[in-house]
């Protein structure tokens, strides 16, 4: 393998320089020259909700702007950030490992979210923490919030959250794991799809990057979050629901296999569904479509949430929002709904 020059584009936010940085200095041991490239998005900029200036997407528009423009030869994003719809001209070339995919909990005295008195106030920008937080039925008041890490964690240190919930992934990378009170178990709350995972972009016709980029290539994340992505694009095609998805490989009756559970259900848990399958490892796209006609058949067409799925995930530079807590319940009367997990 050649050794190539490569312009790495990033944002320019703490968590996504230090998310390039890791891939920079892997290329580099690769032999490879790498010099970063800070890009500005409308993301980091904009002080409306990224609901109404196009979900979690905007913060990879410019960088992929970028891209196809050759002003930058490789491009890092967080997964979960992407779109799930493929771009014209561009590839993701590799999937390193995944971090841990879970959600934080970063609480005021070292508090877990069992231990958070009810009425105790919880931010997140999340649609489908919210949801999943309404499901536990622990009378928590959630607050929408948005900002960066440092943001967000500042509304625990001045007492605006009681609680704040983040991806532990990113604390990870940013060295603040020390600051986690709880990482909350899939059981409790499903990641959102691809979440943990970094995406490195190159376009399609420089075949000298995408040889450069595959020995960071992870084949079992890739057909994690590959299930998880084919599952969120088939329920965005048939409903608005919060959805939460998690793949893991799992040696099985029949050798390795894929295990992907999936929740969707609405924002003040009046509905909710939590389902499971394992299939073949070499066929994670159809195992996440296959699990997303189970949702939608069993109810999952019929939910609403506002935004839909991708539309508040992203860690940002947006400053956090006025807080004005609303109680998320449990709905009591059908407990089914928030436990039944089935295999199909």
Known sequence: MNAVSIRLGTRRSALATAQAGLVADRLRELGHAVEMVEITTVGDTSTASLSTIGGTGVFATAIRQALLAGEIDVAVHSLKDLPVAPEPGLRIAAIPVREDARDALVARDGLTLGELPAGSVVGTGSPRRTAQLAALGLGLLVTDIRGNVDTRISLVHNGSCDAVLLARAGLARLGRLDEVTESLDPLQMLPAPGQGALAIECREDRPD??????????????????????LLAALEAGCTAP????????EGEHGTELFLRAFAGSLDASTQLRRSTVGPLAEPERLGRDLAAVLLEDGAATYDGDPPPQASEAEGSLPADSLQPETVQPDTSRPDRSTSERAS
Do not use: H, K
Not at 216 to 229: I, K, L, N, W
């Open 209 to 230: 990057l995408i040889e450069a980029l595959t020995p960071m290539d992870d084949p079992d994340t890739r057909a994690c979050v590959s299930a998880e992505r084919a």
């Open 243 to 250: 959805v939460g998805a998690l793949a893991e490989v799992v």
